[in-house]
Structures are given as C-alpha cells and as structure tokens.
C-alpha cells in the first residue's frame, strides 16, 4: 500500500477558456512540480489533448489518466474518467455525436488548439467545446459505464454548472456515490458520498491549489498498475 497525491480536474488549452500556456507537456511538469502522483486531463466534451499528455507524463513520472468533463443537457458538468486511453478516445467519438455544432469563435472564447506530445499544434475542434450535448445525466452516466469508465458530479460547491445548483439536489437516479468539490470545507454538500478535491484548473499555477491524498492497495508504481488500483477504489466508491 502506498499513500498518492492527485488531481482528477485539469484543462489543457483545448478548452478555450483554458490558457494556451496550458500544453500537455506544460501541464505534465506542473503536476511534477506539485508532486502530484495522478493527474486526469479533463477538458470539456473532448479527449483529443488526451494522447499528447499521455505521452507528456512519461518524462514526468506523473500517472495520466484520460478524461472528460462532460456538459449534459441539462448543462450539468460531469467529470468522466476512463482506465485506459483506448477506452477515452473510443467515449470521445461517441460524445462527438452528441455535441452542438456551433461554430467556435475564436476571437470571442478562445483558440481550441490539439497538440502532439512536442505541443506542436496538429488540429483544431471548430465546434465550440463547451456547449451542452444532448445527452441528459442518466444517458451520459450510461453512456459511461458504457465504455468502462467513472463519472461523478464536477465542483458541486460552484453555482455554475453544479448539480445541486441546477437541479436542487441529488437525483435517485443515477446514483452517484462520489462528488467533486473545489473546497474541502464545503464536504456537507456531499451528503455521505466520497468526495474528491480538484483543481479545475484552467491555468498552471492554480494546478497545486487544490487537490487529494489516496491510499492505492499496491506497491506497483508502473502507470497500468496504478490505474487498475485506483478504479478499483473508484468504482467501489471509496478513496
């Protein structure tokens, strides 16, 4: 057993209200910095940043997990997170489908940049990231478990785009039995679920500012193993 650092709540550039000093290997190194063991990247409604910081982490020594805050059309964020980053980009083409196609504008929310492992940019999403999919809370939680990930409610404490602050309370169904908070102190609102401390950051230096401790049931520090023991305790609701 061995006692781990994370954030579960990054954004890379590819977020446009991310800074664009936020590149995977930017982001890799800051979470190096802080000490911070596990570090999810979760930008909105899109994994494409994902297979960069993957890459990123390797020089880091920082165990990367793939993910995704997702927008349902309740315009609810749910942060979903994925074992593998097979699993993520294949959550990813799916979500595509269920995405607004506004086009982005640029000079208004930002550049939506995809990078290679160099932070070389290589593409750009046209569509405006952020908007609500069409996928309502119970569809994207299956649409989750689908593809062998976790999700839980992001930054329930926040008034934008909170659970508790768009629907009062925490629905029957799904059940959740993890929520996210930026403020540790705000724990009541979870109501007895596990709750998870991140970041959210959208800039390097507020990467640091928030996050947890876990105990991993294993001494392994190879990136795989690492990951098995974590959803482990996630999916079994525990940290």
């Not at 602050?165 to 979870?190: C, T």
């Not at 049931?217 to 098995?228: H, I, L, M, Q």
Request: aromatic share 6%.
């Amino acid at each position: 057993m061995r006692t781990v650092s994370y954030d579960l709540h990054l954004h890379s550039c590819l977020s446009p209200c991310g800074d664009m000093d936020m590149t995977p290997c930017n982001i890799a190194g800051m979470a190096h910095l802080n000490e911070i063991g596990i570090a999810a990247l979760t930008d909105h409604n899109t994994v494409d940043n994902c297979p960069a910081f993957f890459a990123a982490c390797e020089a880091y020594d920082v165990v990367p997990i793939a993910g995704m805050e997702l927008t349902t059309a309740e315009d609810i964020h749910l942060l979903c997170i994925f074992e593998t980053l097979e699993e993520a980009l294949a959550f990813g083409s799916t979500v595509k489908e269920h995405r607004m196609k506004i086009k982005n504008r640029a000079e208004i929310f930002g550049e939506q940049p995809i990078l290679n492992e160099q932070d070389e940019k290589i593409g750009e999403d046209p569509y405006f990231l952020p908007a609500a999919t069409d996928l309502d809370l119970t569809a994207a939680a299956e649409l989750v478990h689908a593809y062998n990930g976790v999700c839980w409610p992001a930054h329930i404490d926040r008034d934008s785009n909170g659970m508790l602050a768009v629907l009062g309370a925490f629905p029957p169904e799904p059940e959740f039995r993890i929520a996210e908070l930026r403020d540790r102190n705000n724990k009541d609102l979870a109501e007895g679920r596990t709750v998870v401390v991140c970041s959210d950051a959208h800039r390097l230096w507020e990467i640091g500012e928030a996050g947890g401790t876990l105990t991993l049931d294993t001494d392994e520090t190879e990136p795989n193993a690492v990951r098995r023991a974590l959803f482990k305790k996630l999916r079994e609701g525990k940290l």
